[in-house]
C-alpha cells in the first residue's frame, strides 16, 4: 500500500546480520497519515514500521525531513504471523520518497 503523511519518529537504528553474514541497518520509523473524517476535520492514523536503510547518512536525512515536517510518500507492506496462538502484525515500509511540492 502507499501512504501520503508525515515522519513523527525515528527511532534508533538496528544492526543485525542477514543469511551470509553482511551487517545491515534497521529504523523503526512511526509515519502520520493525514485523513478528513466524516465530520470534516482532519485527523491523523499512525503507523510504526520497520524500514532496512543503507547507510547512516541515509538515517540522517531522515532526521532531518521529518524535523522540516516535510511530506513523505511511503511503500507500506503488512504481513500476520502467528506466535504461541497470538496473532502479530509486522509493518514493513519498504521505500519513503519525499513529495515535491
Given at each position: 500500500?502507499?501512504?501520503?503523511?508525515?515522519i513523527k519518529e525515528v527511532g534508533l537504528p538496528r544492526e543485525w546480520s542477514n543469511k551470509?553474514?553482511?551487517k545491515r541497518l534497521s529504523v523503526k520509523?512511526?509515519?502520520?497519515?493525514?485523513?478528513?473524517?466524516?465530520d470534516g476535520q482532519e485527523r491523523f492514523?499512525?503507523?510504526m514500521g520497520?524500514?532496512?536503510?543503507?547507510?547512516e547518512e541515509f538515517?540522517?536525512?531522515?532526521?532531518?525531513?521529518?524535523?522540516?515536517?516535510?511530506?513523505?510518500e511511503a511503500n507500506v507492506?503488512?504481513?500476520?504471523s502467528d506466535w504461541n496462538g497470538k496473532k502479530i502484525q509486522n509493518i514493513r515500509i519498504y521505500?519513503?520518497?519525499k513529495l515535491m511540492m
Amino acid at each position: 500500500m502507499i501512504f501520503k503523511g508525515f515522519i513523527k519518529e525515528v527511532g534508533l537504528p538496528r544492526e543485525w546480520s542477514n543469511k551470509d553474514g553482511k551487517k545491515r541497518l534497521s529504523v523503526k520509523l512511526t509515519l502520520q497519515i493525514p485523513y478528513v473524517s466524516k465530520d470534516g476535520q482532519e485527523r491523523f492514523d499512525e503507523l510504526m514500521g520497520e524500514m532496512n536503510i543503507q547507510s547512516e547518512e541515509f538515517l540522517e536525512g531522515l532526521k532531518k525531513t521529518q524535523v522540516a515536517g516535510e511530506k513523505c510518500e511511503a511503500n507500506v507492506g503488512f504481513n500476520l504471523s502467528d506466535w504461541n496462538g497470538k496473532k502479530i502484525q509486522n509493518i514493513r515500509i519498504y521505500s519513503l520518497t519525499k513529495l515535491m511540492m
